[in-house]
């Protein structure tokens, strides 16, 4: 379990310094296929530990790997057969070097129509945490140990900013939105407070919602949304401060 705990480590204790980019990326074919994808970069703290000199030569890491979901699906005990079905083309793309100070964990899900985007996007929010560790344990070839509980408490992985938005998308319209009543409880997770007060030390955390569309977008709302030239690309790009002072900056409403 040696290089399990600590991958899982690395991730966790880089997450709590507060500085780490989180790119969300939505991409829409015109027959409505497409791709759905989550990137976590935390290089930034990696490569600082790599320049310090930080950690023993026993704790180096290397890790390059692409890891099917579909690998370890079976044994997810909380997920429904359609919400197994959403994610059995799901990879997750994991590269943790110490020596080059890289720490990359980018998941990709491809889906075949628009009604499939947020029901996607609600089975990562609420299996994410479980599916980090189970991907890690695969690329390691290590077991992971009580990791079977979804519910993401007191593992930031389950508490990304993105959580506290529903996703809504329909043919000709995509939407983000405030989750008011979890909202209203964000005083209450532990590991996001954790990750607000290493941002408040110097760290960042950005989240970016890229957003790629077969046609020109005809209408917009949304404090933070910029378009590209062509109106058929949609970057939305927030700090964790907006989330706790307005978090309508991270809201939209896009037509297109």
Not at 176 to 194: F, H, N, Q, V
Request: proline share 3%.
């Amino acid at each position: 379990m040696k290089q399990l705990l600590i991958a899982t480590g690395l991730c966790v204790s880089i997450l709590f310094t507060g500085c780490l980019d989180l790119t969300q990326e939505l991409t829409i074919s015109e027959d409505g296929s497409g791709e759905l994808s989550g990137k976590m970069d935390m290089s930034e703290v990696m490569a600082m530990i790599t320049q310090m000199g930080g950690g023993s030569e026993k704790d180096k890491l290397a890790i390059d790997s692409a890891v099917l979901f579909s690998s370890f699906l079976d044994s997810a005990k909380d997920l429904s057969p359609d919400e197994k079905a959403l994610l059995k083309d799901a990879v997750l793309n994991i590269k943790i070097n110490t020596e080059e100070g890289k720490c990359l964990l980018d998941t990709k899900v491809p889906f075949k129509k628009i009604s499939d985007i947020d029901r996607i996007n609600l089975v990562m929010q609420k299996y994410n945490s479980v599916a980090m560790d189970k991907a890690i344990s695969k690329a390691t070839g290590e077991n992971p140990a009580g990791t079977d509980q979804a519910n993401g408490k007191d593992n930031p992985f389950g508490s990304m900013p993105e959580n506290y938005f529903e996703l809504k998308c329909s043919e000709g319209k995509i939407s983000r939105t405030l989750k008011k009543e979890k909202y209203a409880k964000i005083g209450e997770d532990s590991t996001l407070a954790k990750m607000k007060e290493g941002a408040e030390m110097g760290g960042t955390i950005n989240s970016t919602f890229i957003i790629n569309l077969p046609g020109p977008v005809k209408k917009f709302t949304g404090k933070n949304v910029k378009l590209s030239d062509d109106k058929k690309k949609i970057t939305v790009v927030n700090t964790l401060d907006e989330l706790f002072d307005d978090a309508s900056k991270y809201e939209f409403t896009i037509e297109y």
